[in-house]
Nanobody, 120 residues
Framework: QLQASGGGSVQAGNSLRLSCAAS????????MGWFRQAPGKEREFVALMRWRGTSTYYADSVKDRFTISRNSAENTVYLQLNSVKPEDTAVYYC???????????????WGQGTQVTVSS
């Protein structure tokens, strides 16, 4: 299971760090992803990384502002949000897949989501 936390209300330009704690076994082949869903919009890809390895991928809209990372010892994946914008407002989800993919439907383990609200 995945448990996302760390969301909240912040002003534009500030930072926030989201956490995704995994309970149970995380296989080294897993890919961990962050997604978000704004009101009235479809869930969209934000960032991903392999549970083992250093390769990371980002949506163009968050590149150079968000950073995905992990702490293997704590079974936790993070998403650091810097220079946030009002358009970053959404519910953020972490998820796991066996595929290196940005496609939402390829992820089969999902956390419950954490709300991020950015005010201007």
């Amino acid at each position: 299971q995945l448990q996302a936390s760390g969301g909240g209300s912040v002003q534009a330009g500030n930072s926030l760090r989201l956490s995704c704690a995994a309970s149970g076994r995380i296989y080294s082949s897993y890919v961990m992803g962050w997604f978000r869903q704004a009101p009235g919009k479809e869930r969209e890809f934000v960032a991903l990384m392999r549970w083992r390895g250093t390769s990371t991928y980002y949506a163009d809209s968050v590149k150079d502002r968000f950073t995905i990372s992990r702490n293997s010892a704590e079974n936790t994946v993070y998403l650091q949000l810097n220079s946030v914008k009002p358009e970053d407002t959404a519910v953020y989800y972490c998820a796991a897949s066996t595929q290196l993919t940005m496609q939402t439907n390829e992820y089969f383990i999902w956390g419950q989501g954490t709300q991020v609200t950015v005010s201007s």
